[in-house]
């Protein structure tokens, strides 16, 4: 089975500040995706990013960042000059491929993130 | 841009009690998912569901619980004999491929 661990509850930081969340897992699959999801104070959960384990380029979508480390099994998430809107939850999430498309996705208990205006 | 919805917001039911939590999956996508989200805790899938088949649940997905593709838009999640432990956040989610997008959630108070 497959873990994920967010070890950091809360973050805080200044408004067009970089913060980087944490995120770590445990498989033994070659082949996976890892996504980051944002639950803003509404607790919809939207996509931010997602990395194929098979890339070894990190994904980059405007000001948010991947560190993928698989050989350490680390999937951070870097957010670059931080707006009051990135305010949420962010959940780390693990998707193995082998049954393909439709695998579903293991989640982290996830971080609160403020941003400090 | 197309999103997934879901009804209804919020639903209060008396514990024995049967609900239908209904999702409208994005028109082009052919995975359907569901997952909850107990208050204060993480995300837990339930259930996904490809060609009007389930392909994999978890065990919190037991006998209590059926989803079903009526027609071609919605896709709904019964709880037949509603617990108090069934309170929680209720997701839908849908994929064309591996990229889940999901609704914006039920949220289900069993009393």
């Known amino acids: 089975a497959q873990t994920v661990t967010q070890s950091q509850p809360e973050m805080s930081v200044q408004e067009a500040e970089t913060v980087t969340l944490s995120c770590t897992y445990d498989t033994s699959e070659s082949n996976y995706y890892l996504f980051w999801y944002k639950q803003p104070p509404s607790r919809q959960m939207i996509l931010v990013i997602r990395q194929e384990a098979y890339k070894q380029q990190n994904a980059t979508e405007n000001r948010f960042s991947v560190n993928f480390q698989k050989a350490a099994k680390s999937f951070s998430l870097k957010i670059s000059d931080s707006q009051l809107g990135d305010t949420a939850m962010y959940f780390c999430a693990f998707m193995k491929l082998d049954t393909g498309a439709n695998s579903k996705l293991t989640f982290g208990k996830g971080i609160t993130l403020s941003v400090r205006p | 841009e197309p999103e997934v919805t879901q009804t209804p917001s919020h639903q209060v039911t008396q514990m024995g009690q049967e609900v239908i939590l209904r999702c409208v999956p994005i028109?082009?996508?052919?995975?359907f998912y569901w997952y909850r989200q107990i208050l204060g805790q993480k995300v837990e899938f339930l259930v996904s569901?490809?060609?009007?088949?389930?392909?994999?649940k978890s065990e919190i997905f037991d006998d209590q619980f059926s989803v079903e593709r009526p027609d071609g838009s919605n896709f709904t999640l019964k709880i037949r004999s509603t617990k108090l432990e069934d309170s929680a956040m209720y997701f839908c989610?849908?994929?064309?491929?591996?990229?889940?997008?999901f609704g914006p959630g039920t949220r289900l108070t069993v009393t």
């Open positions: 989610a849908s994929s064309a491929l591996y990229e889940q997008y």
């Open positions: 569901f490809y060609n009007n088949e389930i392909s994999e």
């Open positions: 028109s082009n996508h052919l995975y």
